[in-house]
């Protein structure tokens, strides 16, 4: 068998602190802690975190890896709980006023979100989240579920859903405006961005429910079509914070059975990275594109599992020595 040495060129470094820009595949060892290092670059991966509570499908999420919202959803029946996450589990905290699935949501934190829409019934109804209770603040301009949303509580876009809607509409805090639509009808997308910047791909968009792999941008003003996914799929999850240039898609349906597909986008191309642990679909997102959250979902039957993606690079200990 060959030794490192033969295999790289020279033997494993003896330091006394971390190199501080070592290169990928690099091996050490830290004579100050007596551990066996390695540097990597993970093009991302799925670990298992704690459950929600209350386990359910076509809830509404926000917020980051380690401060994000669930709401509402199906149990059955259609469900007004909301939960928040710490990093590590989950606390149930005061309901949505009116319960429903199929909704969206927006939000940077667990603390200043917005859910809307959704049913049944079909509803228009948008409530804002305080940190503590949900106020019900002015509705939708259009009535609809199976709709996908980003942005923050105060600046927020809503786009797509029910029976292949194309309609688009604008939050600034008090109101909602129509603005451009979608360039295709669709519904059950997922989604990431902010309200001048967003990402949408997948859903269906006929009657037939074929899965789309259509990818759309927002630019502030306008959709345009850009690169597709490798792998078409509806009712997936979204990184919900994200921009034009950096969004994380995972799970879903993609006839006949759901999946465990994660994409990630660069603002150019679909890459496929770590498949989630638990395939599901019709799940809640949160988070960013290199630290997203997945929670909830169909298997079928309902899913309370939850997971936290990471990528990037990263330092790890092979070995530990006394």
């Not at 606390?91 to 809307?116: H, K, W």
């Amino acid at each position: 068998m060959a030794t490192y040495k033969e295999i790289n060129g020279t033997n494993i470094q003896v330091v006394s602190s971390d190199p501080s820009n070592p290169l990928q595949g690099q091996l050490w060892y830290n004579s100050t802690s007596n551990t066996v290092k390695g540097f990597i670059i993970n093009p991302g991966s799925w670990a298992t975190s704690g459950d929600l509570n209350t386990a359910r499908r076509t809830l509404g999420g926000a917020g980051t890896q380690t401060a994000a919202l669930a709401f509402g959803g199906n149990t059955p029946p259609h469900t007004a709980i909301t939960e928040s996450y710490n990093g590590s589990s989950w606390t149930e905290v005061n309901d949505l006023n009116t319960p429903r699935g199929y909704l969206a949501g927006s939000g940077v934190n667990n603390t200043a979100c917005l859910a809307f829409g959704g049913t049944p019934p079909t509803t228009t109804i948008t409530e804002n989240w305080n940190g503590s209770n949900w106020t019900e603040v002015n509705d939708l301009n259009t009535a609809r579920y199976n709709l996908s949303g980003v942005g923050s509580n105060t600046a927020a876009l809503a786009f797509g859903g029910t029976a292949e809607t194309a309609d688009t509409e604008l939050w600034n805090g008090s109101n909602w405006t129509e603005v451009n639509n979608l360039g295709q009808a669709r519904y059950k997308m997922a989604a990431a961005g902010t309200s001048t910047a967003a990402v949408t791909a997948g859903g269906n968009s006929d009657s037939a429910g074929n899965e789309l792999t259509l990818t759309e941008v927002w630019n502030g003003t306008n959709w345009t079509e850009v690169n597709n996914l490798n792998s078409g799929r509806a009712s997936a999850g979204g990184s919900v914070i994200g921009t034009t240039t950096a969004a994380l898609i995972f799970g879903g349906r993609l006839a006949p059975a759901v999946t465990g597909l994660s994409e990630s986008w660069n603002g150019t191309n679909w890459t496929e990275v770590g498949d989630l642990n638990v395939a599901r679909s019709r799940l809640g997102g949160a988070g960013a594109q290199t630290t997203a959250l997945a929670f909830g979902g169909a298997l079928p039957p309902h899913s309370a599992a939850t997971e936290e993606f990471s990528s990037g690079p990263a330092t790890v200990t092979l070995s530990t020595t006394s």
